[in-house]
């Protein structure tokens, strides 16, 4: 956290704290600095810091390690190039998933500034291309959106969203169901962030078909498309005949296909250290041919990477050749934390989180928004009816 306390305020304070460990990081300069507190319960071990940051690594209980980084960015304009100077460099420590959370000072969005002021868009360009280097992506956040106010009034005021959390694609596929809260505030002029660090527990549930854009690539799909469209009679006449034949041919095209969908990773790695040894050894005729037909097969698999990968980021406007599958992937992964539904609020306002009670919510609703309800208020209603029958 960023605290505005100096070093002998936060001691005071910290024996108050429920936290057994700490590293407090003074400016030389000023009042404040960071603290990063943790329980003997969190295997943490702090790799280095300065006034701006503290990088540390943390071993969950089954083993599984990821950096974390508390991070406070330059607020002067002219510094903060080396904010982001100071996140690249910190990358080169990190082997595995990251995630850097604090006060950036910075901002990402044209939308996450309200002001009379425009922003200063070389500055944000700056922000998101070290994000980018760095390969790391917002996580979003529920809650007011805006962290930071200079509570000055009228056409004074300024309010931007300087503090998030980021993370790359290896932290965000294993904390999936995460979620960062924006938490009011009336003591200071940022809002606190709280991030629920939440590893993603799949949901068995039935596939619905869909056609895989990578069964094109194989010369028997035309052929099995044909097959399954006539393999059986179909009483029903016009449309429903022909719903009956879309699911007949989507069940047996899901069966031929499912060997056929996700890419052969494996396969890929054998082809890769067969084309390794192949490099190392003198050239001949024979080691070229095999070279060509390992090639052909290497290109054939990640031609199917990318359009599995594709398929399901929904990424239409980047073509295949491309051969971005990170990107792809990246993308598929913010799709599906975006699809999942955490929780909903039923009709008396309540917020609730458990399975059983999201579907009763959900089956609650529909069920009444089709149904007439009483109405008291009949004679009124009809009043603004024109009569168009006289009386005999």
């Known amino acids: ?21 700490k590293v407090i990081v003074k400016h030389l300069d000023s009042i404040g600095g960071l603290a990063l507190l943790w329980k003997n319960s969190i295997t943490l071990e702090v790799i280095n810091y300065t006034v701006n940051h503290v990088l540390a690594v943390v071993t969950e209980e089954d083993g599984f390690k990821w950096f974390l980084t508390c991070f406070y960015g330059w607020p002067e304009a002219q510094q903060k190039e080396k904010s982001w ?11 595995g998933p990251w995630l850097v959370v ?12 309200k002001s009379k002021r425009p922003p200063h868009y070389s500055q944000v360009d700056a922000f998101r291309a070290a994000l980018e280097s760095c390969q790391l992506m917002d996580l ?33 596929g294993k904390f999936q169901m995460s979620k960062v809260l924006h938490l009011s505030t009336h003591a200071s002029d940022h809002l606190s962030i709280l991030l629920q660090v ?23 799909c035309e052929a099995k498309v044909k097959e399954a469209w006539n393999s059986e009679l179909v009483v029903e006449q016009g449309l429903a005949s022909t719903l009956k034949k879309i699911q007949v041919c989507g069940s047996k095209l899901m069966k031929w296909g499912s060997i056929r969908i996700t890419p052969d990773k494996e396969a890929i790695k054998q082809i890769q250290k067969r084309l390794d040894r192949l490099n190392e050894e003198e050239m001949n005729f024979d080691s070229k041919a095999e070279n060509l037909e390992l090639n052909k097969e290497m290109d054939e698999l990640l031609q199917k990477q990318e359009i599995y990968w594709a398929q399901r980021s929904r990424i239409s406007w980047l073509q295949h050749g491309d051969k971005n599958t990170k990107f792809f992937h990246s993308k598929a992964s913010q799709r599906r934390r975006r699809n999942h539904i955490r929780g909903i609020k039923n009709s008396q ?13 959900a089956f609650d609703y529909f069920e009444t928004l089709f149904q007439a309800g009483a109405c008291d208020k009949m004679e009124e209603c009809l009043d603004a009816v024109p009569q168009m029958v006289t009386e005999i």
């Open 102 to 113: 604090g006060d950036f000072n910075a901002f990402l969005h044209a939308s996450e500034k």
């Open 198 to 220: 939440q590893s993603f527990v799949p949901q068995r549930r039935e596939r619905g078909f869909k056609f895989e854009e990578s069964w094109l690539l194989k010369e028997d």
């Open 1 to 21: 956290m960023e605290t505005r306390l100096d070093k002998d305020g936060f001691e005071s304070l910290y024996g108050n704290l429920s936290y057994q460990n």
């Open 349 to 361: 306002g309540q917020w609730v989180e458990e399975l059983e009670e999201v579907v009763i919510v």
């Open 85 to 95: 100077r100071l996140l690249e460099y910190l990358k080169t420590f990190v082997e």
């Open 140 to 172: 979003g956040y529920k809650g007011y959106p805006f962290t930071w106010n200079n509570r000055r009034p009228g056409e004074a005021n300024t309010k931007i969203r300087l503090d998030r959390a980021v993370a790359n694609k290896d932290w965000i």
